[in-house]
DNA sequence: ATGTATGCAAAACATTTGCACCTGG
DNA sequence: CCAGGTGCAAATGTTTTGCATACAT
């Protein structure tokens, strides 16, 4: 009984092959952040016939679950990461896409003493930095 | 010859209609954060004629000049305020969907240090930090 | 068996665009 | 006058949903 079996039944979801495959191609990929379409497409290069409203669904449901976090990129558009449990933020290259994560003690510090400050009650923050990755600065493109 | 004539002279706008009460409605609108629909209701409401492709269009212009700055509250749905010069980041009410600004020095040092350390020549980046109000923890709604 | 999950197509949503007409300088 | 702006409707891109069918337990 693989691993990917249990995440399922113990967050609830019945274990259909949509869902085991959506989750191995999660594992398996290169790229740790995927959108619905990415996911959709690798299922396609797999030979599986999975639709993108399911893929949609599934990945809905695992960010329910906690088996993933969503990420809302500049407005409209979702990618997806397999949750590790450890919070971090992230960097985004604006000319490559490539996504990195980070964490900083000094910065979720801040943010908890701000929102105490205005008197929110703080229940999440998002945090993106955007620039140009080293390999692009090269590159030049 | 008001203010707001130069102000679109000065981004290079040529001063019609459309763009004069739109920038007006920002001004007087009792709420700073304002979507595209937001706007365009309140067009409606003075009896303005103005189309929402418009209004969509000249918020873009607008944002170009660098007369307002537009938002992305949690994927898909974008506000805008008008441009003060002063660079702050977002407290938002997830119950009344208030937004509060701040701006802290050591986050934005961090932030600076972190895409420094990765390698990243930083353009941007955003910050929304989610929670409930001082007044809807009083309300209890 | 039976309640869920899935696939497909259609709907929803925020935003953008093509195009003929109108307007500011 | 004429480049640029506007209104409308249609197109866009992403995500969601209704419904009949298929599947897991």
Redesign the interface.
Known sequence: MSMERQDLRKAGLKVTLPRLKVLEILEVSDHRHMSAEDVYKALLDTGEEIGLATVYRVLTQFEGAGLVSRL???????VFELEDGAHHDH?L??KCNRI?E?M?E??EE??HA??K??????????????????QC?KDNN
């Not at 809302?72 to 979702?78: C, W």
């Open positions: 809302s990129i500049d407005g409209g558009h979702a960097l290259c604006v990195e980070f900083d000094v910065i801040r943010q701000i929102a400050e205005k008197g929110f009650q703080m229940t999440e923050h998002s945090l993106y930095i955007y620039g140009i990755c080293k600065q």
